[in-house]
């Protein structure tokens, strides 16, 4: 299958919540998962599964390969050299940040996060009784950037630092010299870094991406670093993610706080799939990756066309567009207008962080004709408001 010729029909029959909470009225550009097929290998083993009624216990002498594979893609495609045996499997990335706060920081202890921000990581802090300590990222141009002056500020109040990169909702792949001082204040006021990567693998070519904790030994000690092949590789359902932690000593107080069985196993075909991806994959995924460029820059034409009122933050990485739509003033939130008067179905952006209700995020990993109609569909809610 071609990315760009998806049949509507065909995508209809998904069970997953992309296309099956708002109902086949709307159609859905929410939730991060991509309408495309997934790469060859993942299928064939998944397929390999079916053929074989292969749907058993994991085997324990397997339970490395994972680790294993994430630390080699992790050297070829970003020069960072790990040992696998500092890579825990886990079912979840946002499990794993939850865990973390749980294992590793004081109830009330402050926790810097980055808004807008994807809504798990401002739940984790709340649901886990830390403090939040919101650090919006400012507009710099056509990108956000970091307020570090503000970050300074708050720096002291701070233990712990959830830092999202690339950054979900913005796409910012954040750049060398600001990971430096990013570092250069986790290590000042002994921060706990939690560095969520799962977009990693889906930066745009203008954009170099490095791993937080490769910085330096120094700052690879107070991290853990987070991924998965479920984004890049269209794979969420399985349930499959790593953590990489920065010394065996937060491993282990991570491991103690919850046994392996409490946390749950990650299944069979979760941790072949993943396998698929990491080791056998990288063609899908550049030709996933050409696909996603050009529907960014699609967006971006056709919004400057159809509803020139948006703003839209052109991301460096991964597959979803930051909206500002307060130029439409609207009267209800720009989601729930779109929702009602576009059947169009967005993420609104409250859900980000205080100050973001006038914004949406759009997942435009489809193709350009789904694309269009979205587009279509939003200006035509506009000219009959
Ligand atoms: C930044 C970020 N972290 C984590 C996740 C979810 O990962 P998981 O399903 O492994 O918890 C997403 C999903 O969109 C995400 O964008």
């Known amino acids: 299958m071609s990315f760009d010729e998806i049949d509507p029909e065909r995508l209809r029959q998904r069970r997953s919540a992309k ?32 053929d074989y009624d292969d749907y058993g216990y994991p085997a324990y002498s397997r339970e490395q390969l994972v680790p294993e594979a994430f630390a080699e893609r992790m050297a070829q495609r970003f020069a960072w050299r790990i040992d696998p045996a500092d890579v825990l499997l886990l079912s979840e990335v946002v499990q794993g940040l939850y865990l973390s706060l749980l294992a590793l920081s ?56 959830m830092l999202c990169h690339p950054h979900n909702p913005t ?51 107070r991290t853990i670093t987070f991924s998965s092949a479920s984004k890049a590789f269209n794979i969420a359902g399985l349930r499959c993610a790593v953590a990489h932690f920065g010394t065996p000593e937060l491993r282990a107080r991570f491991e103690a706080f919850l046994p392996a069985h409490a946390r749950g196993g990650v ?23 050409r696909q996603l460029d050009s529907q960014r820059q699609r967006l971006q ?18 597959y979803l567009a930051w ?33 973001f209700e006038g914004f949406v995020r759009l997942n435009f990993a489809t193709s350009a004709g789904i694309l269009d109609e979205i587009v279509e569909r939003m200006a035509g809610a506009l000219s009959g408001a």
């Open 171 to 221: 796409g910012r792949v954040f750049e060398r010299a600001e990971l430096h001082r990013l570092a250069e204040l986790a290590i000042e006021h002994d921060w706990l870094v939690l560095s969520d990567e799962i977009h990693a693998d889906l930066v745009y070519p203008e954009r170099e991406f490095q791993p937080f904790a490769s910085l330096a030994p120094e700052v690879a000690r």
């Open 301 to 318: 034409v056709r919004l400057r066309e159809r509803l020139p009122a948006v703003k839209m933050y052109s991301p460096e990485a991964t």
């Open 267 to 289: 299944g069979l075909l979760a941790q072949q799939a993943t396998l698929a991806a990491w080791s056998d994959s990288d063609e899908w995924l550049a030709n996933a990756l």
């Open 106 to 161: 004081a109830p009330g202890a402050g926790v810097l996060v980055q808004t807008p921000i994807y809504p798990p990581f401002l739940s984790c802090v709340r649901e886990t009784e830390r403090r939040l300590l919101l650090s919006p990222l400012v507009e710099q141009g056509e990108r956000y950037g970091i307020d570090f002056e503000q970050l300074s500020a708050q720096a002291p109040e701070a233990r712990v630092l």
């Open 19 to 50: 296309w099956v909470h708002y109902g086949p009225e709307l159609l859905p550009c929410w939730v991060a998962e991509m309408d495309y097929a997934v790469a060859p290998a993942i299928r064939a083993e998944l397929q390999r599964a079916i």
């Open 323 to 355: 909206l500002d739509c307060r130029g439409l003033q609207l009267e209800q939130s720009p989601g729930s207008f779109f929702r009602h008067h576009a059947r169009v179905a967005l993420n609104d952006g409250a859900a980000f962080g205080p100050g």
